[in-house]
């Protein structure tokens, strides 16, 4: 099985509500080495650059704010990216996160514990963002970290 790499984010919701450190603990039971972790302060170039391929999408709008921190706390932006490393990395994190909607996500996942569907607004709180292919993956960890940022 392939050696890959994956980027992970703590999105705003999951930081407000203090979940990084049980997403932290699955993935790492899981069996997924840690090699890079930063807080960020998403910045409106960063948050379009990461979600360059849903735009057009409806929800896109609402999305580049949320991951910005514009619904959870403005005075406080902050997400926790991370690059785990292990044999089939981005379907085995995938897997401890679950499906996209919380409605959806399998018993057990991350986002079917502590997601939800914030209706009002219309927009998921779905507490991690996790690579959803080799594509997407390779692409994303270059976005968020620099070569020297990943212990290899
Ligand atoms: P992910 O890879 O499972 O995070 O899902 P996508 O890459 O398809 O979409 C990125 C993010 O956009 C998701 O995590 C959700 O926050 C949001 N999103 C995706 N699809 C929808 C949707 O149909 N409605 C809303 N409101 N948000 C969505
Ligand atoms: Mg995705």
Sequence with gaps: MPIEKTLVVIKP????RRLAGLAIDRLENAGFEL?????????????????????GQPFFPNLIKFIMGDY????????LAMVYRGENAI???????????????????????????????????NVVHASGNAMEADREVKIWFKPEELVE
């Design 91 to 125: 379907k085995g994190v995938r897997a401890v996160v679950g499906a996209t909607s919380p409605e959806d996500a399998a018993p057990g996942t991350i986002r079917n514990a502590f997601g939800r569907i914030n209706s009002k607004a219309g927009y998921y709180e």
């Design 72 to 79: 959870h706390d403005v005075s406080n932006r902050r997400v």
């Design 35 to 55: 090699i890079g972790a930063k807080v960020v302060s998403v910045t409106e170039k960063l948050a379009h650059e990461h979600y360059a391929l849903l735009k």
């Design 13 to 16: 919701d999951g930081m407000k």
